[in-house]
């Protein structure tokens, strides 16, 4: 295994710090410094750029992350056990990890990036904990103003969530993850981990995902967008004009201002479709008397 720093290996810093992995914190740590390493030249650049981790925990990734030539970690870790021993490598790195004790689901990153990131975005590199990844992305995807505080970012998810966050349509795992991803970034899966990549190993599959931001996504407001797309997916298998009932409007009159044949189902709109659907709502929705 891969030398990259003189920190002790990761088994004795998870062994001395007794941080057994706890299930609900979704904890399954990556020890093979060869794949951290990977994950984190995947992540970059990784110089002159703020890297904000989530999830940290023993720090394998974190490590990668300086080893590689990160000028700078902010790492956001809820799991206090951890913290001892990423002091450890704050102490190894002086100046260069940051670590904030918290929830990353409450923590407004936006603005961390906006003191610390030098007037830059920031990169985000993370082995999520699977129950709550989709959320966490789905925060970051509908971050306000846009373009975003993050520029890029390389993070770890279960294989059929990887899958459904790079779906395009006629594709069986399209839904509203693939519609709210293809909007708003270029997405692809760079490689997938089997389960022995991981302490303890989880059941499935897990995928390093890339999201690249687009500068200027289709202008539309993003909770009427969620409507649509969730009252359409909500019955994938039935035709539109059937399944956007509820929306307060007649469906008939809004696929034909979408430009939409009412015989159409949810899993054959692309993104720019949607979109004309969503912005068709606001406007007819804005008409009625
Ligand atoms: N980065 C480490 C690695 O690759 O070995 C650990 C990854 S593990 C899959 C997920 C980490 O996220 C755990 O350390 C866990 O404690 C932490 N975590 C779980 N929920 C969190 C939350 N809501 N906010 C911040 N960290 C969280």
Known sequence: MAQIDDLPPLRDVIAR?????????????????????????????LADTLIVEVGPGPGGLTRALLAEGAGKVVAIERDRR??????????????????????????????????QGGGKQARLVAN????????????WLRAEPWPAWWASA????????????????????????????????EARILFDLAPSAFTPPPKVTSSVVRLIPRETPLAVDPDV?????????GQRRKMLRQSLKGLGIDPATLLAAAGIE?????????VAGFVRLANALVAGKTKAP
């Open 262 to 270: 009412p015989t159409r189902r949810a899993e054959e709109i692309d």
């Open 225 to 233: 967008l969620e409507r649509v797309v969730a009252a359409a997916f």
């Open 128 to 139: 999520l904990p699977y129950n709550v990844a989709t959320p966490l992305l789905v925060g």
């Open 82 to 115: 951890c913290l001892a021993a990423l002091a450890e490598i704050a102490a190894h790195y002086p100046g260069r990890l940051e670590v904030i004790e918290g929830d990353a689901l409450e923590v407004d990153i936006g603005r961390i990036v906006a003191e």
């Open 17 to 45: 710090h007794e941080l057994s992995a706890l299930k609900s914190l979704g904890q399954n740590f990556l020890l093979d410094l060869n794949l951290t390493a990977r994950i984190a030249r995947a992540g970059g650049p």
């Open 154 to 185: 390389t993070l770890m998810f279960q294989r059929e969530v990887a899958e459904r966050i790079v779906a395009t349509p006629d594709d069986d795992h399209y839904g509203r993850l693939g519609v709210l991803a293809g909007w708003r970034t």
